[in-house]
């Protein structure tokens, strides 16, 4: 049985929904204690957007379905991160943008953003395996790699847009009556849910 990309994240992401990284920010309004706030004056340039949806976009790229770029989840990533996230994941986050930067210039001689589609997506997918086998020592033993950050940030942001959620995922804006049972065909868009 072969799935394609989109539908195994698609299902993926609905399994792993209250798992997702500062989803207890998410479900708590972002109300973080003043003392778990990080650093407020965490500013964002349109560059750095624009990398974060061209990171976006390389993990989830636009097929018949429109893609993380058009769903803006770079601006997504930002508010979150500068918002919600406390100050060691801000900071793994910031550090990581470069990070990345600079594998990709290691792995392939030139920036992320100067790179092809292949090249990126071949960096991103060495960088998936590395933060499948991270595990931090010491005092940062709950320190997430900074990778799984992004991908996360783009899934949520993603599957809860409104291209993801109505384009991507089965969509009804009013539901009628409960049906508590019902058929799935192989191939049918996970639900969107509100």
Not at 2 to 18: E, Q, W
Not at 82 to 91: S, T
Not at 112 to 129: A, I, N, Y
Not at 132 to 158: I, N, S
Request: charge should be neutral; charged fraction near 30%; hydrophobic fraction near 35%.
């Amino acid at each position: 049985m072969t799935m394609n990309r989109r539908d195994a994240i698609a299902r993926v992401s609905i399994i792993l929904g209250g798992t997702i990284l500062g989803a207890e920010a998410f479900l708590s309004g972002c109300r973080n204690s003043a003392s778990e706030i990080g650093r407020a004056g965490i500013n964002f340039s349109n560059d750095d957007v624009a990398f974060l949806d061209e990171v976006a976009e390389t993990i989830l790229p636009a097929t018949d379905t429109p893609g993380a770029k058009e769903a803006k989840v770079g601006e997504f990533m930002t508010v979150i991160v500068r918002d919600c996230y406390p100050e060691a994941e801000q900071k793994t986050f910031l550090d990581g943008m470069q990070k990345l930067n600079d594998a990709c210039k290691k792995k392939n001689g030139s920036y992320f953003m100067e790179c092809t589609p292949e090249q990126r997506h071949d960096l991103l997918v060495d960088l998936d395996k590395e933060q499948k086998q991270y595990v931090p020592a010491g005092k940062d033993k709950d320190q997430k790699h900074y990778f799984r950050l992004m991908k996360e940030l783009t899934l949520w942001g993603y599957f809860t847009s409104q291209p993801g959620a109505t384009k991507a995922l089965r969509y009804v804006a009013v539901p009628g009556r409960y049906e508590g049972c019902i058929d799935y065909k192989k191939g049918d868009k996970a639900w969107a849910t509100s």
